[in-house]
């Protein structure tokens, strides 16, 4: 439903829920306005950019969401991403990546495709998440340590050369104020739990250096003077080539703010036990996306810690998202000027702590007990991730994941010949009524099995093992008790069997057949070709139809087989047998 939350949850709305939503929504602006700027200069672009897209989007988020709680604006796994974009296409490269992936996240919404994060593998996303993580880390160092050398390079492995060759010019007096900063940010929690510590050391550390005027670089040395002002709506100049080459990020950007806001939603959900709308979180976020890079910002999300920050101050309602936006937009009008006074150490220490809990390396610990295609994801993925490009990693992982998917469960689908399981021993089958075994199956009479998904990746071992058929049947049953899915390979792999028997003088026919693949085959050649006086719905039918075939007498089924009755596929006409 593309309704927003706000709409919901203003028919009950009363004073008392909005003095909560108040409190909650100034103490997440207060949480939100050191990561916005920390953010906006990890991604290579100045502090007031990373600000106007908390206010702007973040208010755009929650006003029109599909969360009651949501909190959006810049997250840390944006900054590779758009670091990336600026370096290569500049700052309108960076508007046009972002409008066109706000595009395609209202696509996503009106499409219907909000529960896209049921389909994105867990080590993929741990493996991402960690490597973003790592790249955060390694973006600081310059500015945690003072680092005195010229650019830092983009490859990680170059950057981190670097950092060697230049590691006796580290400044003393940058690393003092790095230090007290992470030191407040621990010990913060212990004295006071509502004032978030990472706001508590910026002011404090910031007031320190200006009072003992530390020689450290600041917001206002390297970026100058921020103004107070509104920025003018802009459109961007960016040539049709350019704008061809920026596909592969918008679509990068897209994925990271889908997955990130929808895990973000589904754990507030889990936090306040409500449910969220995906789709209209999805819309949300693209308008949002739309609109914040049209005022000077950088793409956003819903992040999860300021959601959870939101939740635990008593935020139940957009309005509190809506809040934090105003509180942002209020300080950043009034005290935007002292904003260049922040030392760059201490938002790098404040990036550090973010990048720690962001890396989640308690997860991707446990992940490598996983089974050894799940870790294969991970490592390809976080490797790509840190070495390579985040929109390749992403790419490769998604893909990497499917084809592991496609032959775990190739794997799990077997094709079985009924007479070769004559002299073993089977004790639990034999308690099954409808094991096939206990059935006087005639000579000339072969049965195959399929156990599991009949789809592409298990139609191979399907046609190899039906050809490894040494005297050749009158009458080849192939029972489909246990197919519950159908796809088109399975099927032209099934018409080559028929076509190959048909050669040979052979019967083909089909039994216990479910409702999917009696769909998937209905109007298909397949199904004419087999006839459908050939397609059964229980093993007893099928063997009695070959008896005849045999010219044989019919068999009585054993006591406690299954019944049939008659039915119609469901495009009508045909009539089949069917378990009752």
Same mark, same amino acid.
Not at 74 to 89: E, L, N, S, W
């Given at each position: 439903?593309?309704?927003?939350?706000?709409?919901?949850?203003?028919?009950? +709305?009363?004073?008392?829920?909005?003095?909560?939503?108040?409190?909650?929504?100034?103490?997440?602006?207060?949480?939100?306005?050191?990561?916005?700027?920390?953010?906006?200069?990890?991604?290579?672009?100045?502090?007031?950019?990373?600000?106007?897209?908390?206010?702007?989007?973040?208010?755009?988020?929650?006003?029109?969401?599909?969360?009651?709680?949501?909190?959006?604006?810049?997250?840390?796994?944006?900054?590779?991403?758009?670091?990336?974009?600026?370096?290569? +296409?500049?700052?309108?490269?960076?508007? *046009?990546?972002?409008?066109?992936?706000?595009?395609?996240?209202?696509?996503?919404?009106?499409?219907?495709?909000?529960?896209?994060?049921?389909?994105?593998? /867990?080590?993929?996303?741990?493996?991402?998440?960690?490597?973003?993580?790592?790249?955060?880390?390694?973006?600081?160092?310059?500015?945690?340590?003072?680092?005195?050398?010229?650019? *830092?390079?983009?490859?990680?492995?170059?950057?981190?050369?670097?950092?060697?060759?230049?590691?006796?010019?580290?400044?003393?007096?940058?690393?003092?104020?790095?230090?007290?900063?992470?030191?407040?940010?621990?010990?913060?929690?212990?004295?006071?739990?509502?004032?978030?510590?990472?706001?508590?050391?910026?002011?404090?550390?910031?007031?320190?250096?200006?009072?003992?005027?530390?020689?450290?670089?600041?917001?206002?040395?390297?970026?100058?003077?921020?103004?107070?002002?509104?920025?003018?709506?802009?459109?961007?100049?960016?040539?049709?080539?350019?704008?061809?080459?920026?596909?592969?990020?918008?679509?990068?950007?897209?994925?990271?703010?889908?997955?990130?806001?929808?895990?973000?939603?589904?754990?507030?959900?889990?936090?306040?036990?409500?449910?969220?709308?995906?789709?209209?979180?999805?819309?949300?976020?693209?308008?949002?996306?739309?609109?914040?890079?049209?005022?000077?910002?950088?793409?956003?999300?819903?992040?999860?810690?300021?959601?959870?920050?939101?939740?635990?101050?008593?935020?139940?309602?957009?309005?509190?998202?809506?809040?934090?936006?105003?509180?942002?937009?209020?300080?950043?009008?009034?005290?935007?000027?002292?904003?260049?006074?922040?030392?760059?150490?201490?938002?790098?220490?404040?990036?550090?702590?973010?990048? +720690?809990?962001?890396?989640?390396?308690?997860?991707?610990?446990?992940?490598?007990?996983?089974?050894?295609?799940?870790?294969?994801?991970?490592?390809?993925?976080?490797?790509?991730?840190?070495?390579?490009?985040?929109?390749?990693?992403?790419?490769?992982?998604?893909?990497?994941?499917?084809?592991?998917?496609?032959?775990?469960?190739?794997?799990?689908?077997?094709?079985?010949?009924?007479?070769?399981?004559?002299?073993?021993?089977?004790?639990?089958?034999?308690?099954?009524?409808?094991?096939?075994?206990?059935?006087?199956?005639?000579?000339?009479?072969?049965? +195959?099995?399929?156990?599991?998904?009949?789809?592409?990746?298990?139609?191979?071992?399907?046609?190899?093992?039906?050809?490894?058929?040494?005297?050749?049947?009158?009458?080849?049953?192939?029972?489909?008790?246990?197919?519950?899915?159908?796809?088109?390979?399975?099927?032209?792999?099934?018409?080559? *069997?028929? /076509?190959?028997?048909?050669?040979?003088?052979?019967?083909?026919?089909?039994?216990?057949?479910?409702?999917?693949?009696?769909?998937?085959?209905?109007?298909?050649?397949?199904?004419?070709?087999?006839?459908?006086?050939?397609?059964?719905?229980?093993?007893?039918?099928?063997?009695?139809?070959?008896?005849?075939?045999?010219?044989?007498?019919?068999?009585?089924?054993?006591?406690?087989?299954?019944?049939?009755?008659?039915?119609?596929?469901?495009?009508?006409?045909?009539?089949?047998?069917?378990?009752?």
């Amino acid at each position: 439903m593309l309704l927003p939350k706000l709409a919901t949850t203003l028919r009950s +709305y009363d004073r008392r829920q909005f003095g909560q939503d108040v409190v909650a929504g100034i103490i997440v602006g207060i949480v939100a306005i050191p990561l916005a700027i920390a953010f906006a200069i990890a991604s290579g672009v100045t502090p007031d950019r990373g600000l106007w897209t908390a206010i702007v989007a973040g208010f755009l988020i929650s006003a029109l969401g599909g969360s009651r709680v949501q909190i959006g604006g810049p997250t840390g796994a944006f900054v590779v991403i758009v670091y990336g974009i600026v370096q290569k +296409y500049g700052i309108d490269g960076l508007t *046009v990546a972002t409008l066109m992936a706000g595009v395609l996240l209202v696509i996503m919404g009106v499409a219907k495709l909000g529960s896209i994060i049921k389909f994105i593998p /867990h080590p993929l996303i741990t493996g991402f998440t960690s490597g973003i993580a790592v790249i955060i880390f390694s973006s600081q160092v310059k500015d945690l340590l003072g680092l005195r050398m010229g650019a *830092v390079p983009a490859e990680f492995i170059a950057k981190w050369e670097a950092f060697a060759a230049n590691a006796g010019s580290f400044n003393p007096a940058a690393v003092t104020v790095a230090a007290l900063t992470l030191a407040i940010i621990l010990v913060w929690p212990r004295i006071n739990r509502r004032i978030p510590g990472p706001f508590v050391a910026l002011i404090v550390v910031t007031v320190v250096s200006q009072l003992m005027h530390l020689p450290v670089e600041t917001i206002g040395s390297r970026f100058g003077a921020l103004t107070a002002s509104v920025p003018h709506p802009r459109l961007p100049h960016v040539g049709w080539s350019a704008i061809a080459g920026l596909a592969g990020p918008a679509f990068t950007i897209a994925a990271l703010a889908a997955i990130e806001s929808l895990l973000s939603a589904v754990v507030a959900d889990g936090m306040i036990g409500g449910h969220h709308r995906s789709n209209m979180e999805l819309v949300a976020q693209g308008i949002a996306n739309i609109a914040s890079p049209l005022l000077g910002g950088i793409p956003a999300t819903g992040a999860i810690a300021r959601t959870a920050t939101n939740v635990k101050n008593g935020g139940r309602t957009p309005v509190a998202g809506m809040m934090h936006a105003v509180t942002l937009l209020l300080v950043t009008l009034v005290f935007g000027r002292w904003v260049a006074t922040i030392p760059l150490a201490t938002l790098a220490a404040i990036l550090v702590v973010v990048s +720690y809990h962001m890396s989640e390396w308690r997860n991707f610990r446990a992940e490598l007990r996983s089974p050894k295609s799940d870790i294969v994801v991970l490592l390809t993925t976080f490797g790509l991730t840190v070495l390579v490009d985040l929109t390749v990693a992403i790419a490769v992982g998604m893909v990497l994941a499917a084809f592991l998917f496609i032959r775990r469960m190739a794997e799990v689908t077997n094709v079985s010949a009924i007479r070769a399981q004559l002299d073993e021993g089977h004790d639990e089958e034999e308690r099954d009524p409808n094991w096939v075994l206990r059935r006087q199956i005639p000579r000339g009479v072969d049965v +195959y099995e399929i156990n599991g998904p009949f789809f592409f990746g298990a139609a191979e071992q399907f046609k190899d093992t039906i050809g490894q058929v040494a005297n050749v049947p009158k009458v080849l049953v192939i029972r489909m008790r246990n197919v519950l899915a159908l796809d088109s390979t399975g099927m032209h792999a099934l018409r080559e *069997v028929v /076509h190959r028997s048909r050669r040979d003088g052979s019967t083909v026919l089909l039994s216990d057949v479910h409702m999917q693949p009696l769909v998937a085959l209905t109007g298909s050649p397949i199904l004419e070709e087999i006839g459908a006086e050939n397609l059964f719905g229980n093993i007893d039918d099928a063997l009695n139809r070959a008896r005849e075939i045999l010219g044989l007498p019919r068999v009585a089924p054993p006591p406690g087989a299954t019944p049939t009755v008659a039915r119609e596929t469901p495009a009508g006409g045909i009539p089949v047998v069917a378990k009752r």
